[in-house]
């Protein structure tokens, strides 16, 4: 269940956010076609959905700012903060069309990829990115249409590569292709990009997604351009991303892990543990992640998922994850509200395991050396000690509440905050429901209004207890310094 009381507003206008959920892993879906109507939206949400994903490689920017005016009605309708993430497309490497729009590949036959705009045929095809063919050598291997497609390259010139097909059988008009150890000198910031960034921030998005990050470089850009309108997200989708995590991870307010196109770039068997090792590296950092890309992917088509996807998602949950994603399931699929729903149940049953408790307790992050860290892991510990009904975090910035969320604790964070953006934001974080309340001028009146929220609410009752961690002076960010256990009467 979440809630809050919106800031600066008379009495009559309060407004409390309300709406049961059950569980700490948050769930984001991914608007399309199959989920852009209203109403759908709404079942969506009621199904599950912390936070929708706008995938700008897609639709109109008419149809986005549609979408986030709904998700804002919605919020008042529901009263509870809704999340939303303007996933920007990036740089697509694609190559050119063909003759009959498709050709068909043999195991061992000479292809190349050009310059040339001309339509391709069973010999040739155009690669209109110049810079692609100057950073490839021979020997290095190109994967088109998802790996479907694998050839070698044995020559090139400056206008061409001579490759050998190594597996595949045929290739159609436009596949995208990756190009697995080459660290490109392209820019993650396409001028449509830019544009898609500009319309986003405007519409207010809380969230932006940067695809396509090689570099610590291309995440600075994207922070200057965002300047403070929305948190930074980047896609962990390149080998040299991964390369470079720790300078990344320190710049970036949150990190999605979209396996799709690593799982491409690298080999099949690294990634269930590539997933385990930035899981908890970004965890540790006290950030966000999403873990995304063919989760429920079988749920396009059909009702339920297999066994192998429900696994999947468990396993993201077991990881430690904040968030676990649906892209084409809720986009485009047939069964996007059955999808959400069954994420939902497997999300509420994984935590339920005892062995879930476990394998959290067993990874507590290490305390950082600030006396703000300090108190809310202090805080922690003594929530489930006397085993409290609720973690209350009083912030401003939202970086309390970011610090209790990577302790992974199993009772419900409640974070008290003036301020919208913060309180939207933190919807992606694991366990956190927000609440939007007024000034408050001292440390007691705080608690009181903690204390007699979590009971109108439903998070305690008479005989619980609490612990709420404040800063003093209010309003000055990190400067978290109080701890305090309350009885609830």
């Not at 998005?205 to 309108?229: C, H, M, N, T, Y």
């Not at 608690?447 to 002076?473: C, D, F, M, W």
Request: glycine share 6%.
């Amino acid at each position: 269940m979440i809630f809050g009381v919106r800031a600066n507003c008379d009495c009559d206008d309060i407004i409390i956010f309300m709406i049961r959920r059950y569980r700490q892993t948050k769930i984001v879906a991914t608007l399309g076609p199959a989920s852009a109507p209203p109403d759908m939206m709404e079942k969506l949400f009621e199904a599950g959905v912390d936070m929708f994903r706008l995938n700008f490689s897609h639709g109109s920017h008419e149809d986005h700012a549609r979408n986030v005016e709904i998700a804002r009605m919605m919020e008042k309708k529901h009263k509870r903060p809704i999340a939303l993430l303007a996933d920007l497309q990036g740089p697509k490497l694609r190559i050119g069309t063909f003759e009959k729009d498709a050709v068909t590949l043999n195991v061992g036959q000479e292809f190349t990829f050009d310059l040339d705009a001309a339509a391709g045929n069973e010999n040739r095809v155009c690669l209109p990115h110049p810079e692609v063919i100057d950073a490839l050598s021979e020997g290095d291997e190109i994967f088109l249409d998802d790996g479907k497609v694998r050839v070698q390259i044995t020559g090139k010139n400056k206008d061409s590569l001579s490759t050998k097909v190594i597996s595949g059988s045929g290739l159609s008009n436009h596949k995208g292709f990756n190009l697995p150890g080459v660290v490109l000198p392209i820019a993650a910031l396409t001028k449509k990009d830019r544009e898609d960034l500009t319309a986003a921030l405007d519409m207010g998005v809380d969230w932006i997604g940067q695809s396509f990050v090689q570099r610590p470089e291309d995440v600075i850009e994207a922070k200057a351009l965002i300047d403070g309108r929305a948190a930074l997200m980047a896609k962990i989708e390149k080998p040299s991303a991964l390369e470079c995590m720790d300078q990344i991870l320190k710049i970036v307010d949150g990190i999605m892990l979209a396996r799709g196109d690593l799982g491409v770039e690298i080999p099949p068997e690294d990634v269930p543990a590539t997933q385990k090792r930035i899981v908890r590296q970004v965890r540790h950092a006290g950030k966000p992640i999403i873990v995304a890309t063919q989760m429920l992917e079988s749920m396009i088509d059909n009702a339920r998922p297999t066994r192998a996807e429900a696994s999947d998602v468990a396993t993201a949950v077991y990881d430690g994850a904040d968030a676990v994603m649906l892209s084409a399931e809720t986009a485009v699929g047939a069964y996007p509200i059955e999808a959400v729903s069954i994420m939902n149940r497997i999300c509420e049953r994984t935590e339920a395991d005892p062995n879930y408790k476990m394998i959290m307790e067993s990874d507590h992050p290490e305390t950082q050396s600030d006396s703000s860290d300090a108190i809310t892991v202090a805080a922690t510990y003594v929530a489930e000690d006397i085993q409290a009904a609720a973690i209350i975090n009083y912030t401003t910035s939202g970086s309390t509440a970011l610090r209790t969320a990577r302790q992974r604790p199993d009772m419900p964070i409640l974070c008290l905050t003036q301020n919208e953006k913060t309180a939207r934001r933190l919807m992606l974080s694991y366990g956190v429901r927000t609440l939007l309340v007024e000034d408050v001028s001292s440390f007691a009146e705080t608690v009181e209004r903690a204390v007699s929220l979590v009971v109108e609410h439903g998070y305690a009752q008479a005989g619980n207890k609490i612990v709420l961690t404040a800063g003093v002076p209010f309003g000055v960010s990190g400067t978290t310094n109080v701890l305090r256990i309350a009885d609830v009467e």
